[in-house]
């Protein structure tokens, strides 16, 4: 990774856009108000917001006008991780600053969401409806004996009213949760019954693929295994009459009613997200109000330059935390788009077109479906009118270097690609956009503000120019305030602060650059370790899946009892591929050529489809347990995975590894 000097980038911000990013305003006042560098672009104030981290976010709080009811005592009282105590005494509300553009009377009937189903047209609903809203759905909450603190879940799909029902909890101060409506009852009550919630906000189903979805069956059983529950509130998405017992949300939400924000302290919890949970149950990991609104403020203002004029488009589901982070964007006074349907339907082409509609000008997708895109030789450039588009980023996997060139090549070449990467567990991004920078092919712009980003060898000493562990050394203020259930910490702990004491581990193999950019090698726990030189899964995936018979791969590398190494490569090909013996060569000679002969897979087995989480990860240390003989049963939690029928395959093989 290393260089004499730094390699040529793929795309470079002008001058104009410089000095038009808002980070740039924000680095010139930092630097006037607080001390920070005026000059040194951005690494020199990223390097000053991880010296200086009270001086820091103190800034990001003046900045945005941050409304603390209550003042804080002091910035961060205590740092040790976990146990990070921030902006100590303060009291605040994380849906009064979400609502706030609604209090200018230039924008209140201006959209504050557009909703967007498989049609494809927009629907926008204006500030001053959602404010509206929000206001009649929180006192109807409070009626119903909602307190800070109580739990309120929604079996929802990314359509406006999950906004207007998250935002109406966090008004009250109670704790939102979520699921989306492809998830089945034993996968919603996994995550659920942990935390007990007092009110269900459900839909009676979806569309998705052309197609209607029932979920009534679905919703009974959840409102019969959820005892804790005093309402649940019917959204007839496809038009069925409300179930005896449940509440119409038209009812609810009829009213012209001034919102009433519960001031909360800092540290108060906002909302629940889960892990993938696919070897136990998913861990239910609570973030705080103050802490949510601060990074996601620092986030989506700074790192992706969102305002008032921006459009901002997310594919994502209410069960993953870019749908949080999304609806986040509503801080920043921008328009936020839902889409709530199939990322291919009816056509490859479909997101694409929600960006030409919708004027989005931060368009984010997977790395998954742009290479897609790629390979269904899609020119959304030329089909579309992405004119308004001015960045796109991808997450969920690391975008290959052909994912760079493709977007660069095929969207538009004065485009800003932000491939970010971070976590449910901080619902944010530790690496990613910085609209200031160069993008260079296969890597991330840089480590982002108030992020003490290293890679670390074993020993824990940092690396540059060399793959390490993903390593945070100092607290943000998104990190967990806990998990639920988990009354000494030892859960959470574990989870991240085992490997090094007092430094959040996250599991991810990165490589920082000796020019400050950030290279993702896939998940830790499952990387290839052979013959002492590591590689990542996803580095293997980005190479095989150039070929154009590979629809998608699975690499696991097992380490034997016998002190050998077994590495097979599983194929999903597409349609009219076969796995003949020149496929099979082409594959070998693919890896060994562009990434080590050390890592040629040992066998290469076609399977119908490879599995992935809900969230669509693929399940690599699951399948790992599988092919080393643990049972099915103890291996993976069924209702975290996609389809749970290509699994045994796996189960069967280890078994027979077993006995062979």
Not at 159 to 175: D, F, K, S, W
């Amino acid at each position: 990774m290393t260089s004499a000097s730094t390699p040529k980038p793929l795309w470079s911000p002008g001058p104009d856009r410089i000095a038009a990013a808002r980070i740039t305003a924000f680095q010139a006042w930092a630097a006037e108000r607080f001390g920070a560098p005026a000059a040194g672009g951005y690494p020199a104030l990223h390097r000053w917001s991880v010296d200086e981290l009270d001086t820091f976010w103190q800034a990001v709080a003046e900045w945005f006008d941050v409304r603390f009811t209550t003042p804080y005592e002091s910035v961060l009282a205590d740092r040790a991780m976990p146990g990070a105590r921030w902006f100590t005494g303060a009291t605040l509300n994380y849906a009064e600053h979400a609502l706030r553009a609604a209090e200018d009377p230039a924008r209140a009937d201006e959209a504050a969401l557009l909703h967007v189903d498989e049609t494809h047209e927009a629907v926008p609903v204006t500030w001053a409806e959602l404010r509206r809203q929000v206001g009649a759905l929180s006192a109807e909450l409070r009626a119903l004996g909602v307190r800070p603190g109580d739990r309120v879940s929604g079996y929802l799909p990314n359509i406006p009213e999950a906004v207007t029902a998250l935002l109406a909890t966090a008004a009250v101060g109670a704790v939102w949760t979520s699921c989306a409506p492809d998830f089945g009852a034993r996968s919603v009550l996994d995550r659920f019954q942990q935390v007990e919630p007092v009110v269900l906000f459900t839909v009676d189903g979806y569309r998705y693929g052309g197609k209607e979805h029932d979920r009534r069956d679905t919703v009974a059983e959840l409102r019969a295994e959820l005892p804790s529950l005093r309402a649940v509130v019917h959204i007839p998405l496809l038009g069925t009459d409300a179930p005896e017992g449940t509440l119409a949300w038209s009812e609810l939400t009829a009213a012209a009613t001034e919102p009433v924000f519960e001031a909360v302290p800092f540290d108060h919890p906002l909302w629940v997200l889960y892990s993938s949970g696919t070897t136990g149950l998913p861990k239910a990991i609570v973030q705080s109000q103050g802490g949510i609104l601060l990074e996601h403020l620092k986030q989506l203002g700074l790192h992706c330059d969102l305002g008032p004029e921006d459009r901002f488009f997310w594919y994502t589901s209410t069960g993953w935390m870019m749908w949080n982070f999304l609806v986040s964007g509503l801080l920043t006074g921008t328009t936020v788009v839902l889409y709530d349907g199939s990322p291919g339907y009816p056509d490859t082409g479909a997101q694409w077109r929600i960006a030409e509609r919708t004027k989005a000008t931060l368009y984010g997708t997977s790395a998954a479906y742009v290479m897609a895109c790629r390979k269904a030789e899609a020119h959304p450039g030329r089909d579309f009118d992405l004119s308004s588009v001015k960045c796109v980023a991808t997450t969920g996997s690391p975008l290959p270097p052909d994912g760079f060139r493709w977007l660069h090549d095929e969207v538009a070449e004065d485009l800003w690609i932000a491939s970010v990467s971070g976590g449910t567990d901080v619902c944010s991004c530790f690496a990613g956009a910085v609209p200031t920078l160069p993008v260079h092919i296969g890597e991330l712009q840089a480590a982002c503000l108030g992020t003490d980003l290293q890679a670390w060898d074993p020993s824990g000493k940092p690396l540059v120019g060399e793959v390490g562990e993903l390593v945070v050394t100092n607290p943000m203020p998104s990190m967990p305030i806990h998990f639920w259930n988990d009354p000494d910490g030892s859960r959470y702990r574990d989870s991240y602060f085992e490997m090094f004491p007092g430094a959040w581990r996250h599991g991810d193999w990165i490589t920082i650059t000796d020019h400050g950019s950030v290279v993702i090698h896939g998940r830790s726990d499952s990387t290839l370790n052979r013959q002492g030189v590591r590689m990542g899964s996803a580095d293997i995936y980005e190479a095989v899946e150039r070929l154009p018979e590979i629809k998608e791969s699975l690499v696991i590398g097992l380490e034997e009892p016998n002190g050998g190494y077994w590495m097979p490569l599983f194929v999903h090909l597409a349609p009219g591929a076969t796995l003949d013996d020149d496929l099979r060569a082409r594959v070998k000679t693919t890896i060994r050529e562009q990434l080590s002969p050390r890592h040629v897979p040992d066998e290469i087995i076609e399977v119908p489809a490879i599995p992935h989480t809900l969230t669509g990860k693929r399940i690599e240390v699951p399948v790992k347990r599988l092919l080393q003989g643990t049972p099915l049963a103890k291996a993976v939690n069924a209702g975290s995975v996609d389809n749970i029928d290509l699994l045994p395959f796996y189960e069967e093989l280890g078994r027979t590894r077993a006995q062979g």
